[in-house]
């Protein structure tokens, strides 16, 4: 066994956490590094050089990451291109992505399309829980409050009842014209997006 068969692959992210990070990723400007050569470079250049620091990131050895430095390697196995990847693209163009953000959470907001259980808490609702595809607005209120719990780190149950809320302000009671009083929950997220 190799050191590198014996490394963990990162925990996966929920639904809602992979949907913000492929929002985030749809307004680069430019396409980031494809090659796995040019994606060593480039996240070497965001830890100051140090391949040791990179090599735990991306769950490696220090010699695979100097290899792939040096050229020497050119075709990373399945996990650790997964690894590459995702930590590119989440280094990619900050500044285009915090701009993106910043106008989500003070005035454009963002759009969700999601196909989810929505169950519902309410004096007189007549709705009875199910499986709904809901495309809806959401308002920078609340798309900053999402933005912020990702940034802080907020698990997928964290970001459950804050996603929930936004979608019951849009949709289900038309940004408070209709069904005060109105929460719905939601659960067993089949898919997601979200639209900066």
């Known amino acids: 066994m190799t050191i590198d068969d014996s490394q963990q692959p990162a925990p ?3 639904k809602v956490l992979e949907a913000l990070a492929r929002a985030e990723r749809k307004v680069f400007t430019q396409p980031a590094p494809k090659s796995a050569n040019a994606q060593v470079k480039f996240l070497l250049t965001r830890v100051k050089g140090s391949a040791k620091t990179l090599a735990e990131r991306v769950g490696t050895s220090t010699r695979t990451i100097e290899r792939y430095r040096a050229g020497k390697l050119t075709t990373p196995q399945k996990r650790l291109q997964a690894a590459l990847v995702e930590e590119t693209e989440s280094e990619w163009q900050p500044q285009v992505r915090a701009q993106a953000r910043q106008q989500a959470s003070t005035s454009s907001g963002m759009m969700v ?7 519902f808490a309410c004096k007189g609702s007549s709705d009875d829980g199910r499986e709904r595809q809901i495309t809806t607005d959401i308002s920078p209120y609340y798309a900053k409050q999402i933005l912020e719990l990702q940034e802080a780190g907020a698990t997928e149950e964290d970001l459950h009842p804050i996603v929930a809320e936004a979608i019951t302000e849009s949709y289900f009671t038309e940004w408070g014209t209709r069904a005060a009083g109105l929460r719905a ?6 898919k997601i997006e979200f639209r900066f």
């Open 12 to 14: 996966r992210r929920g």
């Open 113 to 119: 399309e999601v196909t989810a259980y929505f169950g």
């Open 185 to 190: 929950d939601f659960t067993h997220v089949s």
